[in-house]
Nanobody, 118 residues
Framework: QAQLVESGGGLVHPGGSLRLSCAASGRSNSMPVMEWHRQSPGKQRELVARILSGGSTNYADSVKGRFTISRDNAKNTMYLQMNSLKPEDTADYLC????????????WGKGTLVTVSS
C-alpha cells in the first residue's frame, strides 16, 4: 500500500557530510515508526537510527553524535543528516517504516548508496 523512496546518497571524503531523504507515498499517513538501516556486502544489516511519530529517537552507538534523524510529518518525509563521515559508514542505506508500533505492515525502500573514501 505504501512506497518508500530514498535519495541523497553519493561519494564523499572522510569528514564530509551528506543528507539522506526518504519520501513516503500511498497509504503512508503518520507512520508511527520510521528507521534508517544500512548494509554492506558480507555484513549484517544494522539499525542506524529510529524516529517515532511523536519525535523520540534512537541511534546506534557507532553514529551517536554524528548523525541526526528527523521527520516532517506534513510531507511524509524522513531525513538523516550525516556529519563527520568515516570510511566505515560506507553502505547501502535503506528506509524502513511500520504501520503500527506492534504488528501491522512493514515497508522497505530500495536503498541509496553512501561511499566514504579518499
Amino acid at each position: 500500500q505504501a512506497q518508500l523512496v530514498e535519495s541523497g546518497g553519493g561519494l564523499v571524503h572522510p569528514g564530509g557530510s551528506l543528507r539522506l531523504s526518504c519520501a513516503a507515498s500511498g497509504r503512508s499517513n503518520s507512520m508511527p515508526v520510521m528507521e534508517w538501516h544500512r548494509q554492506s556486502p558480507g555484513k549484517q544489516r544494522e539499525l542506524v537510527a529510529r524516529i517515532l511519530s511523536g519525535g523520540s529517537t534512537n541511534y546506534a552507538d557507532s553514529v551517536k553524535g554524528r548523525f541526526t534523524i528527523s521527520r516532517d510529518n506534513a510531507k511524509n518525509t524522513m531525513y538523516l543528516q550525516m556529519n563527520s563521515l568515516k570510511p566505515e559508514d560506507t553502505a547501502d542505506y535503506l528506509c524502513h517504516a511500520r504501520t503500527r508500533f506492534v504488528g501491522g505492515t512493514e515497508y522497505w525502500g530500495k536503498g541509496t548508496l553512501v561511499t566514504v573514501s579518499s
